[in-house]
């Protein structure tokens, strides 16, 4: 199936056909997108075993893949960044249902442009303990599975070094990765993340937080602007992040949105026509955010137009790149 067919989200807050985000009118709660017998939902993070708990004051913000119903479902969710090898990128996976996911699979993988051909997964089960994590060898064949005692939530790295692809993983919270596994890689095209639960009952509920592009190499045959746009794209998530928590660090996050708008302005600078359009009112999105964030902090406001940035950029990626 190609990625061009599904509802593309833009890497946590803005889709293609269908957008998992809450905006000026949709405040009141998320919009949903139904699938393979689950649902996508933009929630607040909650607890094993109370999923859809009510929204505190500077909770956490998590996309979350629900299951409707008693019949094991899936869901996935293709990300538009495109992932130029060398790259690392991260994203927090966690079981965050009580019940569904005896036999459930979940985590992110890598697929080549365009299909599913190229399929480069890290699994995560529930484990007698914890949850347990693998990858696969170049033939397919699951690795030996790391169990990680005393934890639902992984985070979970790729790093592709241009000749090797790395799988890492470790409990949220903890310094250092473990090692999962790693593969011969010299391809030079890019990969794009997909977050994914398979074989989920209800109640399951598997989360997604925290997807971070640490590295990405710039893309040569790209139109001049298109790497300055998806710089700033990073850095917006950057500050989205930040912003999340009661212990949000406002000026590193004002620091980080001026970073935005700076290759946001050189992006527009390279662009024309209604790809140039497209920067710019994301550019104005990020400067409404900037006031938001400076000097009173109205982190609500500031995430509300960064969402909206985002979902301008991720169309002017998508029209770049022809997906």
Known sequence: MQLRTLAVLAALFAGGAVALVTDARAGKGPLQWDLGGTTLRWEFSSLPGDAGAKPQPQQERVLAIAAKNAALGYGYVPLVRPLLPPFTFETTVRAASAGGLDTASFGAQLVADDDFTTQLPIDVRLAAEGVAAAAQDATGAPLPAHEFVGTRSLDLRFDHTGT???????????????????RADT???????????????APAVVTFDEFRVLAA??????????????????????ALHGLDGDDADLDAVAATLDVAAARLADSRAALRGGARKKVAAAAGRVRAARKAVAPVPRSETAAKALRKALKLLDAL?????GR
Not at 173 to 181: I, K, P, R, S
Not at 187 to 199: D, E, F, I, K, S
Not at 317 to 321: D, I
């Open 164 to 182: 090797e692809l790395v799988f890492s993983a470790r409990a949220t919270g903890d310094l250092a990765f473990t090692e999962l596994g790693r």
């Open 187 to 201: 391809r030079t095209a890019p990969l794009y993340a997909v977050l994914q639960a398979y074989a989920v009952a």
């Open 217 to 238: 190499a710039a893309d040569d045959a790209a139109p001049a602007g298109a790497d300055d746009a998806f710089a700033a794209y990073d850095r917006i998530l950057d």
């Open 317 to 321: 990626g998508r029209s770049l790149s």
